[in-house]
């Protein structure tokens, strides 16, 4: 059985809180990737950006649905997804648009749970670490490209 660490890749494009959009989005561009993890000054893994997360500021901001019955305003939706739209088609930098609750895979985790993740969760790359240390990243193309060999 092959383990996560002998199809990831170890030497990971990363970027840092204060990275802003713009530079995501030259990185994105120029390394042809889909992922950005997100580490701290220790290289601990602190959240995680995707292509996605970048096009989804370009989309326009849904006001709430609000239904007036008397003197009440009842809001027909969460108030708390309307605030985490806000934050995210605002965010200037790496820390304000990553992703914080970040599924990820240890080296030693069998190439079939990393697939599992990926495909119940819809995820394109995993993050690997070792604790909280990022120490590679495993994407659908590196489990395809293990099918072939």
Known sequence: MQTVADIMTEEVVTVKGSTTVRE????????????????????????IVTASDLIEQGRPLHIPTVISLFD????????????????RITAQTAAELAAKDVATVSPGDLVSTAAEIMSSRK????????????????SRIDIIRNMNR
Request: zero cysteines.
């Open 123 to 138: 995820l394109h790359a995993l993050p690997v670490v070792e604790g909280k240390k990022l120490v590679g990243i495993v």
């Open 24 to 47: 995501m989005a030259e990185i994105f561009d120029k390394m042809r990737i889909g992922t950005l993890p997100l580490v701290d000054n220790a290289g601990n893994l602190a959240g």
């Open 72 to 87: 009440w305003v009842i809001p027909l939706e969460s108030e708390q997804s309307f605030e985490r739209d806000l934050k």
